[in-house]
């Protein structure tokens, strides 16, 4: 009776080991395969790595409780444990979750990618590196900022780079006393001498306001995306040189006050 015991317990010593053995087998060729399919549907490396990884812990976690069960262990009370230290890691880790679901979000639905400037998050800078918990994005005086990625993710986000071109919106006011056509026709003449604005679609210069202190013209010329900040600076100082030289005033805000003297 004893050795039938010893016989049925090396058996099921030896088929927890085969369990065991052909399970971690067979989980390298369904990772290696899934690795494969991942990497032709063009997915990104690192959810990639990410989504493997948690794929072959799960999976080695069903071997280990399938070989253990052959032993005879009480698995029921195993998975339960397991399941109860799930939760209790997803409530402690809630934020990071959420960041995670929201990094696997950008990765997917890619509504930037690397080198575009974008304002997401309450910050505005070039991406760098968008991760699986946080983004990293760098700032045109040179810093760092890393942002976790539920904070993109679950507000506006302004692609700045998404198109080749860009509108440029300026306003320009001039005194009621100046020319106002003269004025018109110097904006014009700046904006056709810059090679950098492009004719299609054509600059607008119109008076968009007539403002308690001034006239105000709206110019709208369009450009390329990366020549947007220096046309924008160079607009302003020639906008003004001319209107010196061409003796137009841009008006600042007073006051008159007016003193009545009493007998």
Request: charge should be negative; charged fraction near 20%; glycine fraction near 10%.
């Given at each position: 009776?004893?050795?039938?015991?010893?016989?049925?317990?090396?058996?099921?010593?030896?088929?927890?080991?085969?369990?065991?053995?052909?399970g971690?087998?067979?989980?390298?060729?369904?990772?290696?395969l899934?690795?494969?399919?991942?990497?032709?549907?063009?997915?990104?490396?690192?959810?990639?790595?990410?989504?493997?990884?948690?794929s072959?812990?799960?999976?080695?976690?069903?071997?280990?409780?399938?070989?253990?069960?052959?032993?005879?262990?009480?698995?029921?009370?195993?998975?339960?444990?397991?399941?109860?230290?799930?939760?209790?890691?997803?409530?402690?880790?809630?934020?990071?979750?959420?960041?995670?679901?929201?990094?696997?979000?950008?990765?997917?639905?890619?509504?930037?990618?690397?080198?575009?400037?974008?304002?997401?998050g309450g910050?505005?800078?070039?991406?760098?590196?968008?991760?699986?918990?946080?983004?990293?994005?760098?700032?045109?005086?040179?810093?760092?900022?890393?942002?976790?990625?539920?904070?993109?993710?679950?507000?506006?986000?302004?692609?700045?780079?998404?198109?080749?071109?860009?509108?440029?919106?300026?306003?320009?006011?001039?005194?009621?006393?100046?020319?106002?056509?003269?004025?018109?026709?110097?904006?014009?003449?700046?904006?056709?001498?810059?090679?950098?604005?492009?004719?299609?679609?054509?600059?607008?210069?119109?008076?968009?306001?007539?403002?308690?202190?001034?006239?105000?013209?709206?110019?709208?010329?369009?450009?390329?995306?990366?020549?947007?900040?220096?046309?924008?600076?160079?607009?302003?100082?020639?906008?003004?040189?001319a209107?010196?030289?061409?003796?137009i005033?841009?008006?600042?805000?007073?006051?008159?006050?007016?003193?009545?003297?009493?007998?």
């Amino acid at each position: 009776m004893q050795g039938g015991l010893e016989q049925i317990c090396r058996v099921n010593i030896g088929l927890a080991l085969a369990i065991f053995i052909i399970g971690r087998m067979a989980i390298g060729f369904i990772i290696k395969l899934a690795h494969t399919m991942l990497d032709k549907a063009g997915t990104d490396p690192m959810l990639t790595r990410f989504v493997l990884s948690i794929s072959r812990t799960v999976l080695l976690l069903f071997v280990i409780v399938a070989a253990l069960g052959k032993l005879g262990v009480d698995t029921t009370s195993f998975i339960a444990l397991i399941g109860a230290a799930g939760l209790a890691v997803g409530l402690a880790l809630q934020g990071s979750l959420q960041n995670f679901a929201a990094g696997v979000l950008l990765i997917i639905f890619r509504p930037f990618k690397l080198g575009d400037f974008i304002e997401a998050g309450g910050v505005s800078g070039v991406v760098e590196q968008i991760g699986i918990f946080t983004s990293t994005l760098r700032t045109g005086d040179n810093r760092e900022i890393i942002v976790p990625n539920g904070n993109i993710y679950h507000g506006n986000i302004t692609n700045n780079s998404a198109r080749s071109t860009r509108r440029i919106d300026m306003v320009f006011g001039i005194g009621y006393g100046d020319d106002l056509k003269k004025a018109k026709q110097l904006i014009v003449d700046i904006l056709a001498a810059d090679e950098r604005i492009l004719p299609e679609p054509a600059p607008l210069v119109v008076v968009g306001e007539l403002a308690e202190c001034s006239v105000n013209f709206n110019v709208r010329p369009w450009v390329n995306s990366g020549d947007y900040w220096a046309v924008y600076f160079d607009l302003n100082e020639k906008i003004k040189l001319a209107f010196d030289e061409n003796g137009i005033s841009i008006p600042f805000p007073q006051m008159d006050i007016h003193l009545n003297k009493s007998e």
